[in-house]
């Protein structure tokens, strides 16, 4: 069977009828360089790019280097930098499917071994724009990292070299200054990123007029991006491969919804022409109100439901949404506690929830409750407990399915310590909690202490609540959590979650 490559769209392959193959973009000039080549970015920005490619409205395409040795830049050679991206989701109550060949990216470098090919990126005056996403752990500052270093160990690192390199060729030229837009899922991304590269700009020595350039002519922008991208459906990559009658390495896959938030417009819009796409790009004055919305509702959702459904037996998030308990019990904690605990417009909050909710029933994503349960306790902590506090703050009472939320991440945080993992057993499932190593020993030394008793239970949640490490603060100041999440936590390991769920709501 043959493999996409230009050569398979250029020749006289016979391509199902369907699919979106799209106009050729082989001509058009490389204006942005990305730092990832995994399938977020591929399945987001580099989709925005195609779909403004074939409107006639950027013209422009996007060469990728790995942050990363050992990446994907050889499959997206050999496949000229293209691939098929399958969109899928619920659309006015229906399923829809939508697939397409993405022809946004030129080519692929690996700075690993082609370091001089990656620098004469920073020397194309038509490069303008810089793109990333090297996940949460990607904008961090490395002490280790020398400029001289072929790459630099941290993304921040390369980024600093890049822009330094750039600075030099064009002799400081205000006009060559880049628009940086990353991606990563942390708080004002761009403000962190640029920090870091003055840092370095700083004790590496580098001149005062290079910063001087890269404060006045380089923008950072703070955005905050919004989209499910399971990425390479290996489940069915053998009946998708029949279908479309080619192989293809890099096959990607992701929900309909897309959201992209960017801090700030001015001078970029117009050559940016995102939304004239039709693409839902949103340029604020203020992302606050965006990254409030999307951290407390949709990612605090499946924080706070995610352990009482895995204590329960799901494995999924469909499964979760769809059970007649825990459905209802989701969609509780949503309306009930979680919106009437944010400070914003409460329609711009329900109509988001209700979105969410139809992203949740996606029948063509799997995702899985384990991977949410990853790290819970710093999630818990950013996604869930602003909303728990403000709520208590604002109605003078506790919110009860927030609490018992907790009570079950807890009772999933049971285990021993080997390694960087916590071994623990849920109902017939051997599974290995990842997260911060001092969290999981805090966590396993508290239960090496309980005994099951009630006021056993209670010293847990007390010792557990007094780590202001974990939560910034200590929990036990808040009158009456402790008792609740006490409480709570010892229905479930007397009675298991099902019916300790049942006694403490269904009968309300």
Known sequence: MLQLNRSLLEGNFHFPEGLDIGKDSKQLPEKIIQFGEGNFLRAFVDWM???????GLFNGRVVVVSPLPAGLIPQLNAQDGLYTLILRGMSQGEAVSREQIIRSISRGIDMYTEWQEFLKCAENPEIEYVVSNTTEAGIVYNPSDRPEDTPPASFPGKLAVYLYHRYQHFAGDPQKGMTILPCELIDRNGDQLKGIILRLAAEWGWPEAFKTWLEEHNRFFNTLVDRVVPGYPKDEI????????YKDQLMDTGELFHLW????????????PFVEAGLNVIWTGDMTPYRTRKVRILNGAHTSSVPVAFLYGLETVGEMVEHDVLGRYTREVIFEEIIPSVDLDESMLTEYAQSVLERFENPYIKHYLLSILLNSTS????????????????????????????????????????????????GDKDVD???????????????????????????????????????????????????KVGADLYAILQDGVKKAIERSFLNK
């Open 433 to 483: 909690m990842k997260d911060d190593l001092a969290t999981l020993q805090m966590m396993q030394a508290a239960w090496s202490e309980c005994d099951q008793s009630l006021e056993s239970v209670l010293h847990l949640v007390r010792r557990i609540f007094a780590e202001t490490k974990v939560w910034g603060q200590d929990l036990n100041e808040i009158t009456g959590l402790a008792e």
């Open 49 to 55: 790019v195609h779909e403004m490619n074939q409107k």
């Open 379 to 426: 999630k818990f902590k950013t996604r869930v407990l602003p909303s728990l506090l403000n709520y208590t703050k604002k109605t003078g009472l506790l919110p009860y399915k927030l609490c018992f939320s907790m009570a079950a991440l807890f009772a999933v945080y049971r285990g021993t310590v080997e390694g960087t993992v916590m071994k623990c057993r849920i």
């Open 261 to 272: 938030v960017i801090e700030g417009a001015e001078g970029v819009q117009e050559k940016l």
């Open 238 to 245: 053998a009946e998708l491969t029949n279908q479309l009658g």
